[in-house]
């Protein structure tokens, strides 16, 4: 009723709407199917009695572009598996371009905000890597379980953690994900079927495993995301939980993200096979172009299907790259040049990508797309300033609860700053250090 301006338009869409909503409560089966034929039918019709923009724009919002694939490469498995080419709409691809921007200014923000010395500990930012959270989210369902390393700020926001609870826990507020316990690393959606960020190199990969043993298991049309970087890929237990995998046919896409560098050495010398998509033999694998959204969107729903029709494990080698170097501790130009980094940025990066895919086939103008940026950076912005004027964790209070074993009632409490910490205050002598050491 918003959209169409004629009364007579506006009766018909809603019309078919209804009868495909009839259509789903008196068939049941297949009756999606028959409900869509029944609104394809009823949206001609009204196509046919628009004039002008009108129809321009109703065209423009409903119609289906075609989007060629990159090249892969496969191992174990037929190529024919893979599509050529994907199917998309303007709003789906309006929906991605906002959320990969929304990746980015979240770990624009985590980077700004770190130099100004407002979030302790590490801090591996994913800027460069959006085509990858986006597109894998895309072609899986809620259902489907994820697990990841450290640079996972951007699976978190596509698993339904919001800014605000992302940036409160960067900077240690009680407000954040983990109550300002975590930090960058250790954040997780558990019933949203999201288990970290891990700190541990490679160890989330046995863990992973599990989660696919537990899907099997309880019989569920399901599959867990398991993914690691080109660094990891050398850990041996990868292999060991990937053998397992194998010989038990779990539901377990192990995803690479090459980015190259894995913590600051280049993959040729640090790998003798380079080849990530078949180092899991005899899993099956592919290589996929990881900065376009599609191309990874497609092939994550191509393995997915093999995975939940009980064929076993899959493993993809994911080509992406990061901005930033492995941690902000790391400037990633040792081991690489500017003009490198340039280059990707020019000729490669996933949101211009996107945007040149959009604006070629005309399902979005530049002022459009200016204005998601403006609004993704608004809530950004508006999210960072609350999380910095929110309480930090109490000592007396937060740092004696999620813990493993309950503390003496008067135990000596080191906090952040020393200056602040809890000492015992009758009866016990206890070495208290200088600040300085």
């Not at 119609?63 to 191992?75: D, Q």
């Not at 240690?172 to 954040?187: N, P």
């Not at 080509?319 to 500017?338: A, E, Q």
Request: aromatic fraction near 8%; charge should be positive.
């Amino acid at each position: 009723c918003f959209f169409f301006n004629d009364t007579a338009t506006t009766e018909i869409y809603t019309r078919s709407i209804v009868g495909s909503v009839r259509c789903v409560q008196e068939t049941g089966i297949n009756a999606e199917y028959m409900g869509f034929q029944y609104i394809q039918k009823m949206l001609s019709i009204a196509m046919k009695r628009m004039v002008g923009s009108q129809a321009k724009v109703f065209s423009r919002m409903f119609s289906s572009i075609r989007v060629p694939l990159p090249g892969i490469e496969v191992h174990n498995v037929e190529k024919s598996m893979f599509p050529t080419y994907a199917e998309t709409t303007r709003e789906e691809m309006l929906k991605y371009y906002r959320e990969m921007t929304l990746h980015r200014r979240v770990e624009i923000t985590c980077d700004e905000i770190y130099k100004m010395k407002e979030v302790r500990g590490f801090c591996h930012l994913m800027d460069g890597q959006e085509a990858v959270t986006v597109g894998l989210e895309a072609g899986i369902t809620p259902n489907d379980h994820i697990i990841t390393a450290y640079r996972c700020h951007g699976f978190l926001l596509g698993r339904g953690m919001t800014p605000y609870a992302l940036l409160a826990e960067m900077m240690g507020k009680v407000t954040g994900a983990s109550k300002g316990k975590g930090g960058s690393m250790h954040m997780t959606i558990l019933k949203n079927h999201f288990y970290g960020g891990n700190g541990i190199v490679g160890a989330q990969t046995p863990l992973g495993t599990g989660v696919a043993f537990g899907i099997k298991y309880d019989g569920k049309k399901e599959c867990c995301l398991t993914l690691y970087g080109d660094g990891a890929a050398n850990q041996g237990q990868l292999a060991e939980a990937a053998n397992m995998a194998k010989l038990w046919n779990l539901p377990c896409v192990y995803i690479c993200e090459n980015n190259l560098y894995a913590m600051g050495t280049s993959v040729p010398r640090a790998s003798a096979n380079p080849k990530f998509y078949t180092r899991l033999n005899p899993t099956p694998g592919v290589k996929i172009d990881g900065q376009n959204i599609f191309a990874v969107r497609e092939a994550m729903k191509a393995v997915r299907e093999w995975c939940i029709s009980g064929k076993g494990p899959f493993c993809m080698e994911i080509l992406t790259y990061r901005y930033h170097g492995h941690s902000m501790s790391d400037p990633g130009l040792s081991y690489r040049s500017r003009e490198e980094i340039a280059q990707v940025r020019k000729e490669r990066d996933p949101i211009e990508k996107l945007k040149h895919i959009m604006l070629e086939n005309k399902a979005a103008t530049e002022d459009e797309l200016k204005t998601i940026e403006k609004e993704v950076r608004a809530i950004v912005d508006e999210a960072t300033l609350k999380a910095r004027s929110d309480p930090w964790p109490a000592p007396e209070k937060d740092l004696l609860t999620d813990i493993m074993c309950v503390p003496e009632a008067k135990a000596f409490i080191r906090n952040v700053e020393y200056d602040k910490s809890i000492f015992p205050q009758s009866g016990l002598t206890i070495y208290k250090p200088s600040p300085k050491r």
